[in-house]
T-cell receptor, first 116, second 110 residues
Framework: GAGVSQSPRYKVAKRGQDVALRCDPISGHVSLFWYQQALGQGPEFLTY????????KSGLPSDRFFAERPEGSVSTLKIQRTQQEDSAVYLCASSPGGPAGANVLTFGAGSRLTVL | GQQVMQIPQYQHVQEGEDFTTYCNSS?????IQWYKQRPGGHPVFLIQLVKSGEVKKQKRLTFQFGEAKKNSSLHITATQTTDVGTYFC??????????FGKGTRLSVIA
């Protein structure tokens, strides 16, 4: 597609519910990143894929967070048993590839999660 | 862990005044990137700096990468209301591909 597409744009969940957030990267982009952005803060790194391989998941806050990219294109970030502290905007970004630290990122509009 | 520090956190300027935000790392960076996030929007890439002492300009925006590749700055000349937003620097930190600073939120008073 023309840009990075994320859905849903807004999600309200009750504490304890599971949620799944989808990211459709720019066609052909090898690298895909997930970030969490709390209100008034900078994006915090969660995880990174190169094609279908999850190369770094050091930023995932707990084992309730899980990300996958099974066919090297669309990615899903799943949060199990949501907690109030999970409320944030979840940003997906993609890049053409190359050394991870030099990737220039194109972000999606984000999925705003509110946990009640 | 390694961090990319940004100052100031907030800056309020009158339209037409200049604005500068600074980014510092405790370790040498292979590159540094700058992003802008408008209120309610998502981060948008502005520029990438790679070389020691590099200076790049985009119209009224001037980006610098320090000689030691540990710091960077973004300077906006004669701010306009369209410059409003949060400016983030980002760089690789350890094994983490791209770590973002907390950003500098710029407000421009017309």
């Amino acid at each position: 597609g023309a840009g990075v597409s994320q859905s849903p744009r807004y999600k309200v969940a009750k504490r304890g519910q599971d949620v799944a957030l989808r990211c459709d990267p720019i066609s052909g982009h090898v690298s895909l990143f997930w970030y969490q952005q709390a209100l008034g803060q900078g994006p915090e790194f969660l995880t990174y894929f190169q094609n279908e391989a999850q190369l770094d998941k050091s930023g995932l806050p707990s084992d309730r967070f899980f990300a996958e990219r099974p066919e090297g294109s669309v990615s899903t970030l799943k949060i199990q048993r949501t907690q109030q502290e999970d409320s944030a905007v979840y940003l997906c970004a993609s890049s053409p590839g190359g050394p991870a630290g030099a990737n220039v990122l194109t972000f999606g509009a984000g999925s705003r999660l509110t946990v009640l | 862990g390694q961090q990319v520090m940004q100052i100031p956190q907030y800056q309020h300027v009158q339209e037409g005044e200049d604005f500068t935000t600074y980014c510092n790392s405790s370790t040498t960076l292979s590159n540094i990137q700058w992003y802008k996030q408008r209120p309610g929007g998502h981060p948008v890439f502005l520029i990438q700096l790679v070389k020691s002492g590099e200076v790049k300009k985009q119209k009224r925006l001037t980006f610098q990468f320090g000689e030691a590749k540990k710091n960077s700055s973004l300077h906006i000349t004669a701010t306009q209301t369209t410059d409003v937003g949060t400016y983030f620097c980002a760089g690789p930190a350890g094994n983490t591909p791209l770590v973002f600073g907390k950003g500098t939120r710029l407000s421009v008073i017309a």
